[in-house]
């Protein structure tokens, strides 16, 4: 038999992974994911942000990809969204991208 | 566990699975699984968007874009453009009628901008057959908090402050239904949900059960527990095998979870609940018909009194809503009383769903606050009429409703508004027609339903219809006279005065209300023998406009009784004795010189 408490802990847990269709996160990443981007790695970009998020079980974070218009050199190209700001940051590997998801959720949590 | 970075929302309900939607999701799952993004990807079923005119749809989060008329082989891109680079797929964004430009974002979009979903909240935000999403979105909360914190007096109370009025057609307050049903003495009651929805064109109810079964499964035990009763029935349509699915997994989920059961949430309440098919017979959307079907009965009316909220299905007491009007429920006891009622008019509170077909661009399932104005639902909504024809009617409330001029486009959507321009809400269905319908023939086809539809069980229905039906069948095929009119009318009277039920009391709703605004075009067929519309063939008549005649000869090839004679380079001419009025001449004339 259902508690009330089991519902609300269902009703937690599941709310943070439809966040996605909520756009209810406070947090935005953006990874470049054009073809230079692509070329330039940042499928394992994307990678890293997504494995860290469900390691480290963000749930304020969410993760979006698109182009970002930055010359091919500099990809891959991460949108940091929160506070409002926009920071764009060139030629981001996997570890540079874990970093910056743990110091937007650490600020944003400030 | 893994963290999903998109949901691409597949629309699973009636229409799109109608428009291939199956084979859209399993192109989708193939790209997504092809391309490696399974793990990153989740593709969602869900239930109704309501723009069923532009399915398959497909919406993609987080940005929320609405993809229409997607095929299996669109999916490769879909996946490959969007999923993987992130790029929508212009091609495949929604176009409004109006303004060619694509529109990215379903909250931009004219169909949605002027709704507001309440009983259709979760339907296509939710996936139907997953518990824990209705959970994640507020679900259950309604009933764990009526069980623990309120008592059965005070969640009547709510819904009787909320001022929601049944959304099945009749319109009487919810809260005192259940006031009733709650006085009534006896240990066992029942809760029945009638979704035997029958009106030609209206699936509002389908579409919630499709698409937020969980819903009504809540609302039926808060129904349950505020009357007393432990056992609930849902009687839904055979027709509906996707809803019926839908429900009786969700029966499950919610049996499996301990929220239909014995003790539910730790109390002494106890609710189960049961599907009943009904064959589609559509006089079972009355209540007494509706009980005597579960019975196992033949579906036939009773006279009330007594009411099914004293002696009801089995002769117990029994409190009958239909599924928009406990759709409402769980929301009013989350969000109060106050928070329904500030939506709509005086005396018509909250929303009401309608399902827009007919003549419109923008058919779908639409949700509005009641006081709208026909127009914003027709032009804004609806996005107007196709082909730049002129609107000439609406018939809202089905069958027993009736149609409505242009003069009364500006009539708010109200149950009393409705009621006094002559037609009424009913369960929803709103037919908009153009200037090429012909009213007496719109007034015939309804009349045909209601007769076909009609138990045989009161003399005023069985034989009053089918007399009704055959005058109408007599204008329609230049037999008529003006007397004819006049029957009519007495017909009608007698009809809505004597017959048993429901539907035989309003049968002749759709006929009066014609003769009401469009008397003209009855008097055209009786008097002057002519359908001004062009939709009877008896009336009609063709003949060839000699100046503008060329001679081509291929009217003449067309025809498939050799009615039209003349030779290359002469004018033709149509032996009205032969013509059989079939009307395949005129579109191949070049020169438009057939006329009707």
Partial sequence: MLT??????????????????????????????????????????????LEEIAV????????????IDVLATEQTAVLV?????????????PEMVRELISKAVTESAE | MAYVRSHVLVCAGTGCTSSGCKAVEKAIEQEVSRLGLESEVKIVETGCFGFCKIGPI????????????????????????????????????YRDVQNPKPTAFFTDIGFYKKQQRVALANCGAIDAENIEEYIALDGYQALANALTQMT????????????LRGRGGGGFSTGLKWEFAARSPGPIKYVVCNADEGDPGAFMDRSILEGDPHAIIEAMAIAGYAIGASQGYVYVRAEYPIAVNRLSIAIDQARQLG???????????????????????????EETALIASIEGKRGMPKPR?????????????????????????????????EWFAAMGTENSKGTKVFALAGNINNTGLVEVPMGITLREIIYDIGGGIPDKKAFKACQTGGPSGGCLPASLLDTPVDYDTLTAVGSMMGSGGLIVMDESACMVDVARFFLEFTQEESCGKCVPCREGTKRMLEILERITKGHGTPDDVDLLLELSATIKGASLCGLGNTAPNPVLATLRFFRAEFEAHVVDKKCPAGVCQALLSYSVIAEKCKGCTLCKKVCPVDAISGTL???????????IKCGACVPKCPFKAIVR
């Fill in chain 2, 569 to 579: 380079k002469q004018v033709h001419i149509i032996d009205k004795a032969k013509c």
């Fill in chain 2, 152 to 163: 059965p007096a005070e969640v009547i109370h709510m819904v009787k402050q909320s001022g």
């Fill in chain 2, 305 to 337: 009194p007594p009411y099914p909220a004293v002696r009801g299905l089995w002769d117990k007491p029994t409190l009958i809503n239909n599924v928009e009007t406990f759709a409402n429920i769980p929301q009013i006891l989350r969000k109060g009383a």
């Fill in chain 2, 259 to 285: 929220i239909l059961g014995k003790g539910i949430f730790g109390t002494k309440f106890s609710f189960d609940l049961s599907i009943r098919l009904g064959a589609g017979a559509f006089v079972c959307g």
């Fill in chain 1, 56 to 67: 480290k079980g963000l749930s304020t974070v969410q993760v979006e990809q698109r182009e």
């Fill in chain 1, 81 to 93: 969204c929160a506070h409002g700001e926009e920071v764009l940051y060139k030629q981001c590997t």
């Fill in chain 2, 58 to 93: 497909v919406m993609i989060y987080p940005e929320g874009s609405f993809y229409c008329y997607v095929k299996p082989e669109d999916a490769a891109e879909l996946v490959s453009e969007h999923l993987l680079k992130g790029r929508m797929v212009e091609r495949l964004l």
């Fill in chain 1, 4 to 49: 009330v408490a089991e519902l609300n802990e269902i009703r937690s847990r599941v709310r943070k992974q439809l966040r996605v269709r909520t756009n209810g996160s406070p947090v935005k990443i953006v990874i470049a994911s054009g073809t230079t981007a692509i070329s330039s790695g940042s499928r394992a970009v994307m990678a890293a942000a």
